[in-house]
């Protein structure tokens, strides 16, 4: 599976910007699409996750409330609307996916390029 992360972009403290991750293939029920960051001098950190046979989201604690992550089935996309961002959120965002259930980057197979959210204070 090959994913394409986009949508990443400027924004001020405080605003918004939705992501997007299209597989180039059909993403099946067993799987998990994530969203991880990186920030500059800091870990690739787990986001928000959506199983998707079941529609099942998980959060990291920091971003419950502010992102939410969808699926369209028929689109083979995943997306992470980001709002109330921080400056502190600026980070490469990357999408993967697999089939184990868990927040580690080994607990997913197939990684996208990235995409650059800048956030200014």
């Known amino acids: 599976v090959q994913l394409q992360a986009s949508g990443g972009g400027l924004v001020q403290a405080g605003g918004s910007l939705r992501l997007a991750c299209a597989a180039s293939q059909r993403i099946y029920s067993s799987y998990i699409v994530a969203w991880f960051r990186q920030g500059p001098g800091k870990e690739r950190e787990f986001v928000a996750a959506?199983?998707?046979?079941?529609?099942?989201?998980y959060y990291e604690d920091s971003v419950r409330g502010r992102f939410a992550i969808s699926k369209d089935g028929p689109k083979n996309t995943v997306y992470l609307q980001m709002n109330s961002l921080k400056p502190d959120e600026a980070a490469v965002y990357y999408c993967?996916?697999?089939?184990?259930?868990?927040?580690?980057?080994?607990?997913?197979?197939?990684w996208g390029r990235g995409t650059l959210v800048t956030v200014s204070s």
């Open positions: 993967a996916a697999g089939t184990q259930n868990g927040t580690t980057q080994q607990d997913y197979n197939y």
């Open positions: 959506v199983r998707w046979g079941s529609g099942i989201r």
